[in-house]
């Protein structure tokens, strides 16, 4: 609420030409601000493509049924947990399997916990590579163009692996079980019955034009939440009007919400506090950074790639990203804006 206002204190900078004084707001720089932490964005996206493996890849979405929506908002932390373990287990599951893949793959998940309505909606995105290594660490090995597994396969496993995970953290009574719930969390059969009644929603789809985009639309997410400014169209009459995509139909739609329902909805998607997520398994985990890369490249026939932006100092590379000399002064066109140093603004009500 504060971002980029008088009460998170600001900077001024004057120009040694004509002496024009600039102020700028200091932002917040939480990773849920609708409007902070793009640079980071950008260099997370940078960085990430100068790891992957020139091959192809698959982007692979993980959803649990609606009825868990519940469970999973009570216990966040421990939910999202298993949802990043069963979704990871499943991927190595079926690419070891040597009448699938017969390799060790590896896959970069991303947990999103938002739909475009804004609805609670967890689910983990996945970049997986059409291939793998095999167990001597010899050969590269090539997935066949549709994937290495049938999705009704990685489906079965990959709800066989939650379910086991849940069941143990509910029989360890680790889980604080919602109230309207408990009758069915309480009888394990009939529990297990409704979570096997039909297979759960695993989508794959190749990415045709590159990891990359993929990254892209994965960026932008990563370092902000559920919904960023340029969706917002007006807000009146404790109204809030925004653009949405309606993946049922494939079209864009404004959806009207009364402010607080607005706000309510918003904050479903906070994440507790230092909950990382974004991570990396298998091949791409960072134990693996100088061995079996290392060797997955080299059977590719390639090197990792340079970060572009690193290295570089913040004004560097804030004039790659802007194409603007942000130190030049904007009035006489010759100066240079030199920093001078403000205390912080304390709110009246602190």
Same mark, same amino acid.
């Given at each position: ?40 964005q ?16 698959f ?33 190595q ?7 699938f893949?017969?390799a060790q793959?590896g ?5 999103h ?5 804004? !609805?609670?909606h967890? %689910? ?8 793998? *290594?095999?167990?001597? $660490?010899?050969?590269? /090995? ?22 086991e995970?849940?069941?143990?953290a ?6 604080v ?11 394990p059969?009939s ?7 039909k ?9 045709f ?9 994965l ?18 009459n ?8 309606d ?8 959806? !009207?919400?009364n402010? %607080? ?8 998607? *906070?994440?507790?506090? $230092?909950?990382?997520? /974004? ?8 134990v ?5 890369m ?14 572009q ?7 560097e ?20 804006m ?13």
């Open positions: 609420m504060h971002c980029r206002t008088a009460a998170l204190g600001s900077h001024q900078s004057v120009c040694d030409k004509c002496g024009f004084k600039k102020i700028s707001y200091n932002s917040c720089r939480n990773r849920h601000c609708p409007k902070c932490q793009y640079i980071k950008l260099l997370w996206v940078d960085k990430l493509k100068s790891r992957l493996l020139p091959t192809r890849y982007h692979i979405v993980f959803t649990v049924p609606e009825f868990l929506n519940r469970l999973f908002y009570i216990n966040q932390r421990a939910c999202y947990d298993m949802l990043f373990k069963a979704s990871s287990y499943a991927i599951k079926t690419a070891c399997n040597p009448v893949l017969g793959s896959n970069v998940s991303v947990l916990t938002w739909g475009q309505s804004l !609805n609670y967890p %689910h983990i995105h996945a970049l997986v590579p059409a291939g793998g *290594i095999d167990a001597d $660490g010899q050969e590269w /090995i090539n997935a066949s163009k549709k994937f290495f597994v049938p999705v009704k396969a990685l489906s079965k496993i990959f709800r066989a692996k939650f379910f995970l849940l069941q143990q509910i029989t360890k009574e680790m889980l079980i919602p109230q309207q719930d408990s009758l069915l969390y309480g009888a059969k529990f297990k019955k409704m979570v096997y009644r297979l759960w929603n695993v989508h794959i789809k190749k990415t034009k590159g990891a990359g985009q993929v990254i892209n639309y960026g932008r997410y990563t370092h902000r939440v559920a919904i960023s400014n340029n969706r917002l169209l007006s807000m009146s404790d109204i809030i009007q925004f653009r949405w995509k993946y049922r139909d494939n079209r864009q739609k404004i959806m !009207n919400l402010v %607080h329902c607005f706000i309510n909805r918003f904050l479903q998607h *906070i994440l507790p506090c $230092g909950y990382y997520k /974004i991570r990396y398994y298998g091949i791409f985990a960072a693996h950074s100088k061995t079996s290392v060797q997955c490249f080299a059977l590719l026939g390639a090197a990792p790639g340079i970060s932006y690193e290295g570089l100092p913040m004004l590379m804030l004039q790659l990203i802007t194409g603007r000399n942000l130190i030049k002064c904007s009035q006489c066109k010759n100066g240079i030199i920093p001078i140093q403000m205390a912080a603004e304390v709110p009246e009500d602190s």
